[in-house]
């Protein structure tokens, strides 16, 4: 009896386990997942949260782009440690995009990945110094919870053979990237490399003056346009378009995102409207609101009234809310076609080479600082679709026509670069202009050089964090890192 019940129990497992995988698979749940299939979401993670600081957080006031008259504790420069799992959690997503490309050989995308991989490695780096790079994103596949912090001088070498590589891969292979994923250039692999190159060219100029090779390398690219192909025009832009569907692919200051009650808290800074005013710029009226009451003012009688950043009650600045500037009307949009998540332009790019040639470290073929320089106004003019008369008009003015000067140029650059990522921040701490206003209510008597490491890293990261400070400086806001030295 005990051998038939023994034989009738082998013969159930047997029966159990001869189709446990098979009949425990749901069909209808894929077992694998095509890289390409990430490519848009890791796009999305990178470009929507760097254009959203641009115009929502600090970014935004270091750059004098905006002036928060409520809540404002960012524009008096009381910035707290900064979280950086936002910025690590997009690479994490891009890393397993990566993943899944090389396992599969699927260079095109690989390369691809490597391009967001430094964009994001890079504006880290950029806001903090010296960061979790070589040890980073390891703790699934290397079981490193405790990432050192690499230093700024080690990351940019291998950010920028990062781009090499992933230019000469593009260039080499053959293997199509899917048009149906690829968000920002529709599958277009030149466009990627021209990214990668113009990338390579901001990167280059962040730490010019701490390598003695970066103009040799500058040089290198816009001799070879073939080998380092770079943007031609706006439509070249890394820019990625709002849908403004829902929440997550709205304009920060649209509706979806924001209460208008919430996005009127953010006013035009005072330093940008003026400068725009003194030089009859035709994009205030696109950026800026005017007024809606030009009596009963205290001090500014200008249709355009920007607020001055770290003030006392800046709410009630110029007899208050009717008579300062909002921001203009495509700002309160979910999407408008003027409004893009904006990584790099052909304008920046432009600008970038004006300045090495006008300082004598490069030369471009058949270009000068005057006609890059006029060629980085007007391609900023066009996108934002000011009329041919207008630009000319604007072009001619002796205030606006090139005098060779650095702050001239800078000063451009700025406000082409209005809202369009941090940079305007980066230039003016790397070259001093344009020469910012601190306020008198401004906690440092300084722009911010840096973002303070997030607070949690005293916690879970604290010998690195410990190591990095004892290197780099104390983790303060002015506080220099490598390449500002």
């Known amino acids: 009896m005990k051998k038939i019940y023994a034989i009738g129990v082998l013969f159930l497992l047997s029966a ?21 299939y990430l490519l848009s979401t890791a796009l999305v993670k990178t470009a929507y949260p760097y254009q959203s600081e641009a115009f929502l957080d600090q970014p935004a006031e ?13 524009d ?17 997503y891009n890393k397993t995009f990566h993943d899944l490309a090389a396992g599969n050989d699927m260079l095109q995308y690989t390369a691809v990945s490597d391009i967001i991989r430094v964009f994001n490695f890079a504006y880290i780096t950029d806001l903090y110094g010296d960061i979790p790079y070589s040890e980073a994103l390891l703790s699934k596949d290397s079981s490193i919870v405790h990432p050192k912090y ?32 690829d968000i920002l250039y529709g599958g277009v692999a030149l466009n990627w490399r021209k990214f990668a190159n113009a990338l390579h060219l901001r990167l280059l100029l ?19 346009p073939s080998k380092y192909p ?53 994009r205030l009226p696109i950026w800026v609101a005017p007024v809606s009451s030009t009596t009963g003012y205290t001090v500014d009688s200008n249709l355009y009234v920007g607020v001055p950043n770290a003030i006392s009650s800046p709410y009630d600045y110029n007899g208050g809310e009717t008579h300062i500037s909002k921001m203009a009307a495509i700002f309160y949009a979910n999407q408008d076609d003027l409004l893009n998540a904006s990584m790099m332009t052909y304008a920046e790019q432009c600008f970038i080479l004006a300045e090495v040639v006008q300082s004598g470290k490069v030369t471009v073929s058949g270009e000068t600082a005057s006609s890059l320089y006029n060629k980085g106004i007007s391609a900023s003019l066009d996108a934002y679709g000011v009329s041919a008369t207008d630009k000319a008009t604007y072009l001619a003015q002796a205030s606006v026509q090139y005098n060779g000067t650095l702050v001239q140029l800078i000063t451009q650059k700025w406000i082409a670069n209005f809202l369009k990522g941090p940079e305007g921040w980066f230039d003016h701490r790397r070259t001093g202009y344009p020469v910012f206003v601190t306020g008198p209510l401004a906690a440092i008597s300084e722009i911010p050089s840096r973002y303070k490491y997030p607070t949690t890293e005293q916690s879970y990261n604290l010998d690195q964090y410990n190591a990095a400070v004892a ?3 104390a983790d303060v806001l002015t506080t220099k890192m490598w390449y500002l030295k």
């Not at 270091?62 to 960012?74: H, L, M, P, S």
């Not at 070498?157 to 230019?167: D, H, I, Q, R, V």
């Open 16 to 36: 159990c386990t001869k189709n446990f995988e098979e009949i425990n698979t749901d069909p209808n749940t894929a077992t694998t997942v095509n890289p390409q």
């Open 62 to 74: 270091a750059g004098r782009y905006i002036t928060k008259v409520r809540n404002e504790g960012d």
């Open 76 to 92: 008096l420069f009381g910035w707290s440690g900064n979280s950086w799992d936002g910025y690590y959690g997009a690479l994490t």
């Open 150 to 181: 690499d230093q700024q001088e080690d990351i940019y070498p291998s950010l920028l053979a990062t781009l090499t590589a992933a230019n000469d891969t593009l260039a080499a292979t053959t293997l199509s990237i899917d048009a149906d994923y």
């Open 206 to 224: 962040r730490m010019s003056n701490k390598s003695a090779s970066a103009y040799t390398e500058m040089q290198n690219i816009v001799d070879n």
């Open 230 to 282: 770079l943007f031609d025009s706006n439509s070249d832009d890394a820019a990625l378009r709002y849908l403004g569907v829902n929440a997550s692919d709205a304009w920060p200051g649209g509706n979806l995102n924001s209460k208008t009650t919430e996005i009127d808290k953010y006013k035009p800074s005072k330093e940008i409207v003026d400068t725009l005013l003194r030089l009859n710029d035709p």
């Open 471 to 473: 290197r780099q400086g």
